[in-house]
Every structure is written in structure tokens, then in C-alpha cells.
């Protein structure tokens, strides 16, 4: 069995929390639970991160950017792709749903829902500018590989809704 | 190389959705609307990450300093491995779809049971695309639905796109001598074992979308032992242009 269990180390999450993912700049890596450990090793930070999507073209820059935050905090440090457990969108952070929904980003609905939704054209995704639930799928791929495209037929605003993945 | 039998393993199922993921690259900024061109590209995208890490494991069992790019993009014609349905060329809409329905429904099915692989690596790796090749999935037998059951015109062109590209969707389910050796350890999967479900859930998906299951008995193969269908060299042409024109140039 492998844990889904974060190995951080306290001293570390504060610097974290400032590297951003590059296509979503509101989030951070450590809200979108991509960081699976941290820890330092004979003064060297050796880092874990696991992709939300196999072909992310976030995750190379999201391990640079770490090593850059690390750098400047005075760290020397590593950073390894895993695989293993894959990742899913309950890792989300509260806090990091809000900025998605802040930022203009459906946050992903319950595995069920979701399927619903993109399937059977359920109404369900509440719109990111008036809030109705009056919404429609446009496509089910969208700006980058982890979105969907919506649109509400209330206020009619198109927006992304962050798929979700189990 | 001391474990080829994996090595070939891993690059028969790669290949697969590199020659793919680079047909549906095609379609970028040429897809019939741009919904469409956004979800092929989205899909093509994808498929580039899981063959990375594909090709990631399988230069770590080749052992010799061999990369992913090298692998991806130095081998000759012979050397790929993709089944013949993948290279055929994107047509038209519906021959896109058709190709991606066809190939999609037996990589779901596929990497459902690489996730059982005894091997930790491709457990990791299969656990990953399944979840994307699910949509992949929705996204393709959504759409044979929407054609099949749309136009007139819809319906005939998807019709033509599955009864030309039906002489592939044999080759899917014959075994390499690679696939046996990795069957009988425990870590490959058994193609034949998928092919009895497999034509039955297409037909289900042919049969909402109202269109007739072809009945042709003679089928195309070849590509899992690298002989493969005219279209393949000009994919390579343009896949292999740069590393061929300007060796070992680097982004």
C-alpha cells in the first residue's frame, strides 16, 4: 500500500506556498496538492512533486520554480517527478478552491456530479460571475487539459470549469 | 539489452500514443471549429505525456544513456511499433473521430488492466491515463454519436470513416512475442483476453449511433512488427525533422 499521506516539513511549506502554478498564477503548487513531500536531507531539500495531467507543460517550470524559491530562501535542492499514488482533484485545498472559484474557475464537483454534467448535460457547474447554475457545457476540453468550457445562459458569461479527476 | 523483452513492451504501448498524439497535433489550428481543435490538441497532449513517461522508464531499463527525444525520435520506420489504425491520416472530421473511437475504446479497456501490472512502474503509469483516456473515451463515442445520429451528410461520412478503418481494429488484439513473455511474468496484459468485450461495447456505440457494424472478415496488420502502412514515413519526415536536420539541438 502507498500512503496519499503529504511528508512536508514545516520549515519548508512557507516557501512553497509562494511558487504558483504558471498557467493558474492564483494557486499555489501547495493548494493544488502537486507537492507530495518535502524534506531535507544533509542540508539539501529533496522534493516530490506528482503531475495533474501526464502532459502538464506546468510540471518543468513548477520544478524550476521550486528550486528557485528554495534557492533564494538558501536551500540547495532537488526536485523528482512521481507518478505513484496519481494525482486527483480531492487534493485541492479548501482555500485553493476558493482562489480557482475568485479567479474565475468552476471548482471540480464530486466524481458523480461531474460525470453528469459532462455526459448528460446536467446543470450543475455554478457560474463564476452570477452564480446560477443555469449553466451549459460548451466543450469538454478547454483552455488547458485540465478545464472544461461553460457557459451560463443567465448572465451568459463563458468560463472554465476545472474537470474533475478521481 | 538485459531486459528487451520490457523494453520492446513498454515501446509497443508508447507508440501507440506518440504516432496518435502526433496525428491529432495535426489538427492544431485546423480543426473544424475551435472547440474541436482545442479537444484534439488537449487529447494529442496528453498522449505526448504519457509516452514521456513511457520513454522515461523504458531508457532506464535500455540502460545505456539512452533519453526520452532519443527514443521518440531516432529509431527508423521499422522500429516503431504503433498499430497501423494510428497512422492513418485525420481525412476528414469524421475519420478523425472514427480512428480516435476505435483506438480509445480499446486503450481504456487496455490500461484497466496494466493498472493490475505486477510491475510498479507501469501500475503508476497506467493509474495516470486512465483517468485522461476516460474522457479521451467520452469525448470519442460522444461525438461518433453525434455523427451517426446528425445529418444525413454526418452519418454517411462516419459510417465511411468506421467501414474503412474497421480492417485495423484486429491487429489491436495479436499478441508480439514481447506481449507473451510479459503475460506469462505477470506484468503485460492480454490483449486477447479484451477483444470479445471490446467489439461488443463498439457495437453498442455503433448501434445508438445508428450505424451498421461492418461485416468484413479480412483484416490489415503488421504494425506491432514494424511493417507498416505508407503514412508512417511522412509522420516521422516531420516528427524527426529537427533532431534529424540539427542533431542533438535542444529546446
Known amino acids: 500500500m502507498t500512503t496519499t499521506e503529504q511528508n512536508i516539513d514545516s520549515k519548508l511549506i512557507p516557501i512553497l506556498e509562494e511558487v504558483s502554478d504558471p498557467e493558474i498564477p492564483v494557486l499555489s503548487i501547495m493548494d493544488m496538492g502537486v507537492v507530495r513531500s518535502a524534506v531535507i536531507v544533509d542540508g539539501k531539500v529533496k522534493v516530490e512533486i506528482t503531475p495533474t495531467y501526464s502532459g502538464c507543460p506546468a510540471m518543468d517550470v513548477i520544478g524550476d520554480d521550486i528550486k528557485k524559491a528554495l534557492k533564494d530562501a538558501g536551500y540547495e535542492s532537488e526536485v523528482y517527478l512521481i507518478l505513484h499514488p496519481a494525482w486527483t482533484t480531492d487534493w485541492i485545498t479548501p482555500r485553493g478552491r476558493k482562489a480557482l472559484e475568485d479567479y474565475g474557475i468552476a471548482a471540480p464537483l464530486n466524481a458523480e456530479a461531474d460525470k453528469s454534467v459532462l455526459l448528460e448535460g446536467k446543470r450543475l457547474v455554478k457560474c463564476t460571475n452570477c452564480g446560477s447554475r443555469n449553466t451549459r457545457l460548451v466543450s469538454q476540453f478547454g483552455s488547458t487539459a485540465c478545464k472544461a468550457q461553460f457557459q451560463c445562459e443567465d448572465c451568459h458569461e463563458p468560463f472554465d470549469y476545472f474537470k474533475c479527476l478521481k | ?73 531516432l529509431r527508423k520506420e521499422r522500429d516503431y511499433k504503433n498499430v497501423l489504425l494510428v497512422e492513418q491520416p485525420n481525412t476528414n472530421f469524421a475519420h478523425t473521430i472514427g480512428r480516435q473511437f476505435l483506438f480509445d475504446a480499446y486503450h481504456l479497456a487496455f490500461l484497466k488492466e496494466l ?131 540539427y542533431p542533438n539541438m535542444e529546446w
Open chain 2, 1 to 73: 539489452m538485459k531486459n528487451e523483452n520490457l523494453y520492446n513492451y513498454i515501446l509497443g504501448i508508447a507508440d501507440n500514443s506518440l504516432i496518435l498524439g502526433q496525428r491529432l497535433g495535426e489538427l492544431c489550428g485546423h480543426g473544424p471549429n475551435l472547440e474541436t481543435d482545442i479537444a484534439c490538441t488537449n487529447i494529442s497532449l496528453d498522449l505526448f505525456g504519457q509516452v514521456r513517461s513511457y520513454f522515461q522508464y523504458a531508457g532506464k531499463i535500455a540502460g545505456d544513456g539512452r533519453t526520452e527525444d532519443d527514443i521518440a525520435m
Open chain 2, 115 to 245: 493498472q493490475k501490472s505486477s510491475d510498479l512502474t507501469l501500475s503508476a503509469i497506467a493509474n495516470k491515463c486512465v483517468k485522461e483516456v476516460s474522457y479521451h473515451e467520452r469525448f470519442s463515442s460522444d461525438w461518433v454519436r453525434r455523427l451517426g445520429d446528425g445529418t444525413d451528410e454526418s452519418h454517411e461520412k462516419i459510417q465511411e470513416a468506421i467501414n474503412d478503418l474497421w480492417i485495423y481494429t484486429d491487429e489491436l488484439f495479436h499478441q508480439t512475442d514481447a506481449d507473451k513473455a510479459m503475460v506469462s511474468e505477470g506484468i503485460g496484459v492480454d490483449v486477447t483476453a479484451l477483444k470479445e468485450a471490446y467489439y461488443a461495447y463498439v457495437k453498442e456505440v455503433l448501434e445508438e449511433a445508428t450505424l451498421k457494424v461492418p461485416e468484413t472478415k479480412y483484416f490489415q496488420k503488421g504494425g506491432k512488427q514494424g511493417v507498416h502502412t505508407e503514412h508512417l514515413g511522412y509522420i516521422l519526415a516531420e516528427l524527426q525533422y529537427m533532431q534529424r536536420a
